[in-house]
């Protein structure tokens, strides 16, 4: 089975650009999680999707970040215009809801915003 | 705030010792205790879980205790070996929430031999 696919696994940019990150969760899955993973601490959650639609968004920085799902399989997170404290690891991470509570995480972006 | 709150921050163990790490959290409708292991340029992975209607689960060099009426719990790791070091992170979810894990800050264990 192959695992959760995250793009890029690097990106470096100045401050007020943009930048936009790729998922693609393990085939079947129908949830979709994104979390920001600042250095040193743990992951927390931005956005979560069931299939294309949005459960808990409670978190997202909403006048910066955005975050779709079209078709409930691949997802994109954006981030216009960045800031320096944006600077972490954005982790995806999917989950069958079949009974099983594990989540699945791919290897991260790690974004360094100068 | 800190919905899960874990210590130490930092471990250091010798082989062959055992690894402790603590976990605390206040929302009794969390319902499920899962443990990630997470290495440098990786993303987290589920190392093992537990939930409240039990005390302890075992698996291989692995052991969750759980006291739910002190809301804490805690990860044990007997044998230590060099390839136990990475960064441990407990967590919380309620089920209501269709899975969303509240995580610890994680303790970074070093196990030297």
């Known amino acids: 089975e192959a695992g959760v696919a995250q793009s890029p696994r690097y990106k470096i940019i100045e401050k007020r650009q943009s930048v936009a990150f790729w998922c693609n969760p393990i085939?079947?899955?129908?949830?979709l999680y994104w979390y920001q993973q600042i250095l040193g601490q743990g992951p927390k959650l931005l956005i979560q999707?069931?299939?294309?639609?949005?459960?808990?968004d409670s978190q997202l920085p909403k006048d910066r970040f955005s975050a779709e799902r079209l078709k409930g399989v691949d997802s994109t997170l954006k981030i216009q215009p960045a800031k320096l404290e944006d600077s972490a690891v954005y982790l995806c991470?999917?989950?069958?809801?079949?009974?099983?509570?594990?989540?699945?995480f791919g290897p991260g972006t790690r974004l360094t915003v100068l | 705030q800190q919905q899960v709150k874990q210590s130490p921050q930092s471990l250091i163990v010798q082989k062959g010792g055992i690894s402790i790490i603590n976990c605390a959290y206040e929302?009794?409708?969390?319902?499920?205790f899962p443990w990630y292991q997470q290495f440098p340029g990786k993303g987290p992975a589920l190392l093992i879980a537990?939930?409240?209607?039990?005390s302890e689960k075992k698996e291989g060099r692995f052991t969750i205790s759980f006291n739910k009426s002190a809301k804490q719990f805690s990860l044990h790791i007997m044998d230590s070996q060099p390839g136990d070091s990475a960064t441990y992170f407990c967590?919380?979810?309620?089920?209501?929430?269709?899975?969303?894990?509240?995580f610890g800050r994680g303790t970074q264990l070093t196990v030297w031999p």
């Open positions: 999707f069931q299939n294309n639609g949005v459960v808990d």
């Open positions: 929302n009794t409708a969390f319902d499920y």
């Open positions: 537990i939930r409240p209607d039990v």
């Open positions: 967590a919380a979810i309620r089920g209501s929430t269709l899975g969303r894990l509240y």
């Open positions: 085939s079947g899955h129908a949830t």
């Open positions: 991470a999917s989950r069958n809801l079949a009974g099983v509570d594990t989540q699945y």
